[in-house]
């Protein structure tokens, strides 16, 4: 199963109080529901391809509301998609659509969230969670990036529930799909406090432990990617202190130069890989004095200006 298949199912055996069951109710109904008339009268119907959200749907309706429901099943023939569950809801049809906040005008089934609903904050976070329940997806932690979104086909609805989610402060954004809107989270730490707030624990702990793998892993390969630059770096100023070095050599009088000098090419023959720090902690071993990395940077400046010079005046 995928991480959001456990996540759901996580979420799926979560206890609830009455006020709390309501809330994930209309969620679920919202996202995943039309209300149909016919010549039997009004009913509303859910769809799912998961079998335990619409035990989950019958299951609440039956307790909040003391009726029976008919559940049918249909084959998805192409691409061998999985079926596709139809809770089906007649008694009481009306009143389910009044007190869960499902018809906001006698035109359009659902148009933002039902207040009174969502009171509390117990109810909050239990309507968000019948949302990611319906309609929701998150990428595995595994995967090489962040991403939770919950699909809305209606504008209002997709930015109440929006600004839900972020009363709980997880810096949700509301894009345009062509199917609808996409309400999403990107930011590792906001993802998890998300699955934190709709209470899946158990997937809380997966996230976070394989988001820990994964910054350890980052943050050694920068670790490692700044010593390699650094190294590089190192060599590349050897290298050039040493053709300087070369130059010197081949056409002045070395043993006239400043005494400073002399011990900085010393040193650089002597070691020739090593950075300034360490030429400085070795200077005392090899000249018996200690020199600053700050002077040796200084000494070997003029050593590559001088041989920068002298190259000069033969290309003129």
């Not at 659902?110 to 969502?118: A, C, K, R, W």
């Not at 400043?258 to 030429?279: D, G």
């Amino acid at each position: 199963m995928s991480f959001a298949s456990d996540t759901k199912s996580e979420l799926l055996t979560l206890k609830a109080d009455k006020c709390c069951k309501l809330a994930e109710l209309s969620a679920l109904l919202t996202l995943n529901g039309s209300i149909n008339l016919s010549s039997s009268g009004l009913r509303i119907e859910f769809q799912t391809t998961n079998i335990q959200i619409a035990r989950k749907v019958i299951k609440s309706t039956k307790e909040l509301y003391n009726i029976e429901v008919d559940i049918l099943s249909k084959k998805q023939m192409k691409l061998k998609k999985h079926d596709i569950y139809i809770v089906i809801i007649r008694n009481k049809a009306n009143e389910i659509i009044n007190e869960l906040g499902l018809m906001k005008t006698h035109e359009s089934y659902s148009q933002g969230i039902e207040d009174t609903l969502i009171i509390k904050e117990c109810c909050k976070r239990s309507y968000l969670r019948g949302a990611f329940l319906a309609a929701g997806s998150i990428n595995s932690p595994i995967s090489s990036s962040y991403h939770l979104e919950i699909h809305s086909s209606d504008e209002i609805h997709a930015n109440a529930l929006k600004d839900l989610m972020n009363y709980f402060y997880l810096k949700a954004k509301v894009t345009k799909k062509k199917r609808g809107f996409i309400v999403y989270i990107k930011e590792s730490e906001k993802i998890a406090d998300f699955i934190r707030v709709v209470g899946a624990i158990n997937a809380l702990f997966e996230f976070e432990d394989e988001r820990i793998k994964r910054d350890f892993v980052n943050s050694i390969t920068r670790v490692m990617n700044m010593e390699i630059a650094n190294q590089n770096k190192t060599l590349e100023a050897a290298n050039k202190q040493l053709r300087s070095i070369s130059v010197l050599e081949n056409m002045v009088d070395v043993s006239r130069l400043p005494k400073s000098m002399k011990e900085a090419i010393e040193l650089r023959k002597k070691y020739p890989e090593s950075s300034l720090n360490e030429l400085s902690d070795l200077s005392f071993d090899l000249i018996n004095k200690r020199v600053s990395k700050s002077a040796l940077n200084h000494r070997f400046r003029n050593i590559n200006d001088l041989s920068d010079q002298i190259l000069e005046g033969l290309n003129e």
